[in-house]
């Protein structure tokens, strides 16, 4: 009687194990490398513009029935510079006016068949001050983007 090892190694378990060695050795430092290049532009851009703005994106997890994503394309028509604080994915603006070229789409479940709607790409003008935090999120039920300041919650 063969062993359970030998029948998952010579089975699909031998794709599996590829398939985790490879992204071990090839994926991982990509991410690794990826993830450090973009902030270090980041940085670079906030040493060039001290003054910037910041905005975050605000969308849904997909837990529940509804599920969120805002995607921005351009800003001021510029590919737009982002970063990470706390797992929340933001983006620069510069002070005084800005112009998102953005884009929301989002998916409901149902028992049947799942729903996804999109936007399609839609120029917004927001006004930013200096060193301030803000956030964009889009509200489905009224059909616009909605961009306000980020107030900390005082702990």
Known sequence: MESSFSIFWNGPGRYIAIICIAYILIGLPLTMLYLKRNKMKAKSHLEKNPDSAK???NTRLAFGSLSDALIIIYINNEAPVHFYEKRKL???L???KNIIEAEAS???KGLMKTTTTTTGPI???VEAEAKKTYI???NIEENNFIFEEFIKEEE
């Open 94 to 96: 510069q002070p005084g």
């Open 90 to 92: 933001g983006y620069f």
């Open 55 to 57: 905005m975050m994106i």
């Open 123 to 125: 120029k917004i003008e």
């Open 136 to 138: 964009l999120k889009y």
């Open 106 to 108: 989002w998916t409901r």
